[in-house]
């Protein structure tokens, strides 16, 4: 058993490592390659910090393991949550939270945490007849974040506008460099997939052959998983610091990356476990 704990914290540790030092700024090169706002680079870092859940969960799913993918899910939704309110308390943008989008998207991050939880609390069977509720959710979810965003953050679309107009014409039409990132990112996800199986052998082994409750180790994968959300919700806010720039740019970014990585977590990759058990 000593060897199977260790393996599993070996290739959860990897799967992190990947993503934090490769996927995350790869993707964050990419983005400010093709000059992007903070609202969509928000959102790009936010799939790419929901891999190694995705992976996580499908390598359960496969194995039957749908408790240790629910508890996985809840347990990194809140941490996430958590690590988010401490990068914007010790860069201090607390006054952000004045401006009722950043309020918004809370919320919709509030709600993925309290739906898993009922569905645990209530003991709910997470099956196909969940799938449908979930995707509509999640186009909710959607709409509404883009909305608010046009309402309430107008001043820092305008002001990131203009920075594009200044340094755009530098990095615009950049091919060679948006080739280069897009090859990193296929090999970076084909090295993930075999660390993925490796992993999905390792939790198997742990569940039926050690009788390791899938809760214990859902929860465990929560708190791995959620490491690459911690990097860039304190990456993010420090970019424009750096740069001298609204810090407000820094929040937006980051919580549109927390809003996407939890909305992801729950309605999508959830969705993709539960076809995934069916199907094996």
């Given amino acids: 058993m000593f060897f199977e704990i260790v393996k599993f914290i070996l290739y959860s540790g990897w799967i992190v490592l990947i993503s934090k030092y490769i996927l995350v700024i790869t993707l964050r090169k990419l983005a400010e ?12 870092a936010g799939y790419a910090t929901s891999v190694p859940e995705l992976l996580t969960i499908s390598v359960s799913s496969m194995k039957g393991l749908m408790g240790t993918s629910i508890f996985n899910i809840v347990s990194s939704n809140v941490i996430n949550l ?19 989008a950043i309020k918004t ?12 939880i009922i569905l645990i609390w209530k003991n709910i069977e997470i099956n ?53 990132y897009v090859l990193i990112l296929i090999g970076t996800g084909i090295l993930l997939y075999a660390i993925g199986e490796l992993l999905g052998e390792t939790l198997n082994n742990l ?19 959620s490491i ?15 740069k001298k720039e609204d810090d407000m740019l820094g929040v937006v970014e980051a919580t549109n990356n927390l809003l996407t990585s939890n909305v992801l977590n729950l309605f999508i990759i959830q969705t993709i476990g539960v076809l995934i058990y069916v199907i094996f």
């Fill in 33 to 44: 390659n093709l000059n992007l706002k903070p609202k969509t680079v928000g959102n790009i």
């Fill in 82 to 100: 958590i690590q988010y309110m401490t990068s914007i308390i010790m860069n201090k943008n607390k006054k952000a939270f004045t401006n009722r």
């Fill in 105 to 116: 998207d809370l919320v919709l991050v509030i709600i993925t945490i309290i739906i898993p």
């Fill in 128 to 180: 196909l007849l969940i799938v449908p509720a979930f995707l509509i959710l999640y186009m909710l979810f959607q709409y509404i974040d883009h909305n608010v965003h046009k309402l309430y953050l107008k001043k820092e679309d305008m002001e990131i506008e203009k920075q594009i107009e200044k340094e755009g014409l530098t990095e615009k039409g950049n091919t060679r460099k948006t080739v280069l």
């Fill in 207 to 225: 569940c039926n052959q050690f009788n390791v409750s899938q809760v214990v180790i859902g929860i465990l994968l929560g708190f791995i998983t």
């Fill in 228 to 242: 690459p959300e911690l990097i860039t919700f304190f990456e993010a806010q420090k970019h424009y610091k750096t």
